[in-house]
């Protein structure tokens, strides 16, 4: 890979959702995460929430167990998950808000109401040899919060910018770029690694993806829903040719 070309991590939750929605073993996250692997995928992302509602304890173990590429667990900062991921000690852990009543993460770590909390638990993971991030709305004082916990990495939430994008909102498009690319640059400058994601699609990734300091993306309902019509590998290498677009071109 280029050195300047973005990391793709595939979240691949809502196969689980689908999976429990009957019932039974099918369709299999765990399968799902083996063909986004062969398909390009840098790493795979999934969300073990509180309520299970869609990935289970079991599929944490299985991912950590059997694919090949970094596995990313994303989790709500309680002492439970903490505990789990400790002990599955997989390659990166992401921090995020949740609240049981929301459909999705709604929105970035509040990092001044409990920072205590917070590096204590970026301490303890890192010591377990997670590579931290922290979910993170796109500010530059929300950067230097996120420094001062000692988290080395932060995902930027694209959602507000996502929404705009469905609504047509070309000033909201353009604010929120803005605060993406403010909060990416400064960032950087501070020794932050950058990443993003939540609703991007092949449609709006473009100028996400080309934020020059943005060096992974995290994306999974679209292309599970993408999946349903032309596959997982195609919807895969779509976004994957729309990223490297952003970034100049094809892959080194």
Not at 155 to 160: A, D, I, P, S, V
Not at 161 to 184: H, N
Request: net charge negative; proline share 5%; with cysteine.
């Amino acid at each position: 890979m280029a050195a300047s070309q973005l990391r793709l991590g595939v979240n691949i939750d809502h196969v689980a959702t689908v999976r429990n929605a009957r019932g039974g073993p099918h369709p299999d996250p765990v399968r799902a995460a083996h063909l986004a692997i062969a398909a390009g995928a840098q790493g795979i992302t999934a969300h073990l929430r509180e309520d299970r509602r869609h990935i289970r304890d079991e599929d944490m173990e299985r991912l950590r167990a059997e694919i090949a590429a970094p596995l990313n667990f994303e989790m709500a900062v309680t002492e439970e998950m903490i505990a789990i991921a400790t002990r599955l000690r997989p390659h990166a852990a992401c921090l995020v808000p949740e609240k049981r009543e929301e459909r999705t993460t709604e929105g970035g770590l509040d990092l001044a109401g409990r920072p205590e909390i917070l590096r204590d638990a970026v301490a303890r993971l890192a010591d377990a040899g997670a590579r931290v991030s922290l979910f993170v709305e796109p500010e530059e004082r929300v950067m230097d919060a996120a420094r001062a916990l000692g988290a080395p990495v932060v995902e930027l939430h694209t959602g507000t910018y996502a929404e705009a994008w469905l609504a047509g909102d070309e000033a909201g498009v353009a604010r929120e770029l803005d605060r993406l690319r403010r909060a990416a640059a400064h960032g950087a400058s501070i020794g932050l690694e950058i990443h993003a994601g939540h609703g991007l699609t092949t449609q709006n990734v473009r100028p996400v993806a080309a934020i020059p300091q943005v060096v992974e993306l995290n994306i999974g309902h679209f292309l599970m829903g993408e999946a349903i019509f032309v596959g997982l590998e195609r919807a895969i290498a779509d976004m994957r040719a729309a990223m490297d677009e952003a970034r100049g071109g094809a892959p080194a």
